[in-house]
């Protein structure tokens, strides 16, 4: 083998196991895991809802972890090279998935920056007595009718930009420097912080009652089907996976990483951290339902709703409520940065495999134009707006979409439904057979389906949130229709470099791989690799 072809071979990994469950668990734990899954929980049927939950964790969210990690790690790629060395025809794929990344990280860092304000403005609370106003009017400056405004909201524009150059930066150097090093000092910073506010709300006057809200089980809607949608819903969108996180950071692993083990690491430890948010808000708006004599469901909220208006009107509540506003919003800020920088992480990687181009030089022009569309877009008045329905689309549509056409394509269009499962139980513990086969190619991309197709004509038929239709268009269905149009040009351009040799650049397992030459070595095969 020749010292130019181990030059081109040659991918990062990832220095230890640790590093990359720092990386994934902290791509996975984000900002849904805190203002998501409890209202999600509590609006059905509380502690009942946990079974459900834990049913589609085990039967849909690990299995296609699983399918994930063993793509990425296969094929060693960012996601439109994976799928192209598993079929020429299928890179568009990974187009698309990089695509819902691009969309989901411009908005993402908008939300970011709007935390890192909230955590100095706990120290006076300077949201004053009317949080609702002062979030909308004041610090948003928000205009709902507005299609688009270029009327800039300052604080926001330019804290935003220090959110981008802080990921940018982290991107542009090597993996276990940058993304590595972030997420193993900001995810134990975030279990610690949030440890402690979960602590102090456990002591607020009004939390056994807001915990018994959260807990209660009403076992009725275990026979309710939506309950069930709702709690894959929660599951898929919470674990980052179907839109090419796990496929790219898969590709750093070290050959003969257990990638089961690792995943179940992940897939409960981000389970593990949403219960403890569960327990931390609940106990919180007990706190806030005492204060105000009403019941816990008159406080119940979800999302932006509940970080911004709802827990700043706790702390106005609270003794010591600027300690614990900077502890929440200092959480929602380290767990939106780690996965802020694994969702720029899919794009970055893609551009740098598609052009051959050094992984600084990526991060900074990807990253550039990531950034100047995100502040133009959600630095202004106008921005919720565009961030909500944008959020809407590329999660419930975008997101579903590109994991059922990886699923079909892997499992029946390519057949290789037993080549994933051999190479995953070629270098894991825990074997994967036929039941796997069925969670993950036939009984989940059904339920996927499904949901698909619900959330579409639900949509169509009833809009969103009462927006103006040319709102939906623009910042709804033309998105998609982007993503859709990049799936089908990126691959016309080739792939520089050598990743034009399908399945060349594998790692032999001693599984079969397509698109592999009889005969031909594996230029990866060196005396330093694993023997089977």
Not at 450 to 471: C, H, S, V, W
Not at 483 to 505: C, Q, V, Y
Request: proline share 4%; net charge neutral; with cysteine.
């Amino acid at each position: 083998m020749t010292t130019e072809t181990k030059t081109r071979s040659t991918r990062d990994t990832f220095n230890t196991r640790f590093v990359f469950l720092m990386a994934a668990i902290g791509s996975a734990v984000g900002l849904g895991n805190i203002w998501r899954f409890p209202y999600v929980a509590y609006e059905n049927g509380g502690g009942a809802f946990l079974v459900p939950y834990m049913v589609a964790l085990l039967s849909a969210g690990i299995p296609i972890l699983w399918f994930d990690l063993a793509i990425g790690h296969r094929f060693r790629g960012s996601a439109p090279l994976a799928f192209r060395r598993l079929s020429k025809g299928a890179e568009g794929i990974g187009w698309f998935k990089v695509g819902v990344n691009f969309f989901i990280a411009i908005y993402y860092a908008a939300i970011i920056a709007w935390a890192a304000l909230y955590t100095v403005k706990s120290i006076n609370r300077a949201w004053g007595e009317d949080p609702e106003t002062f979030f909308m009017s004041d610090f948003l400056k928000a205009d709902a009718a507005q299609t688009y405004s270029s009327n800039f909201v300052w604080p926001i524009l330019i804290t935003m930009i220090v959110v981008w150059v802080v990921c940018i930066v982290t991107l542009a150097t090597d993996i276990n420097k940058g993304i590595g090093k972030l997420t193993s000092i900001f995810l134990p910073v975030l279990a610690v912080m949030f440890i402690i506010l979960v602590v102090r709300a456990l002591f607020l006057d009004g939390a056994v009652e807001g915990l018994n809200a959260f807990f209660t089980p009403d076992w009725s809607v275990l026979t309710n089907p939506s309950v069930w949608i709702a709690a894959y819903g929660q599951i898929f969108f919470s674990l980052s996976i179907g839109f090419g996180i796990m496929i790219t950071y898969a590709s750093y692993l070290k050959p003969r990483t257990n990638l089961t083990n690792t995943g179940m690491v992940t897939a409960f430890a981000n389970s593990s951290f949403e219960v403890l948010a569960g327990i931390g808000v609940f106990a919180t708006l007990g706190y806030m339902a005492a204060q105000q004599g009403v019941p816990v469901d008159e406080v119940a909220s979800s999302g932006i709703g509940l970080a911004f208006i709802a827990f700043p009107t706790i702390i106005n509540l609270m003794p010591l409520g600027g300690l614990f506003g900077i502890l929440f919003f200092g959480s929602l800020f380290l767990a939106g940065v780690t996965s802020l920088i694994s969702i720029m992480e899919v794009v970055i990687s893609a551009v740098a495999d598609k052009f051959d181009i050094p992984r600084k030089k990526s991060a900074i022009y990807s990253g550039t134009a990531m950034a100047v569309l995100s502040c133009l877009l959600f630095s202004t008045s106008s921005g919720l707006v565009t961030l909500d329905i944008m959020d809407k689309f590329t999660n419930n549509i975008g997101i579903v979409f590109g994991a059922i056409c990886a699923i079909v394509t892997v499992g029946w269009i390519t057949g290789r439904r037993n080549e994933i499962a051999q190479h995953i139980n070629a270098v894991s513990d825990f074997r994967v057979g036929g039941f796997w086969q069925i969670l993950t190619f036939i009984s989940t991309p059904a339920l996927l389906v499904y949901f698909l197709l619900n959330e579409i004509i639900t949509i169509g038929k009833e809009g969103y949130e009462g927006y103006a239709q040319i709102q939906l268009g623009l910042y709804g269905w033309a998105v998609v229709g982007l993503i859709f149009l990049a799936s089908f040009l990126m691959p016309l351009f080739k792939f520089r470099g050598n990743h034009h040799l399908d399945g060349l650049e594998t790692y032999d397992y001693g599984v079969p791989v397509r698109g592999r030459p009889k005969g031909t070595p594996n230029p990866l095969a060196t005396t330093d690799s694993p023997k089977k």
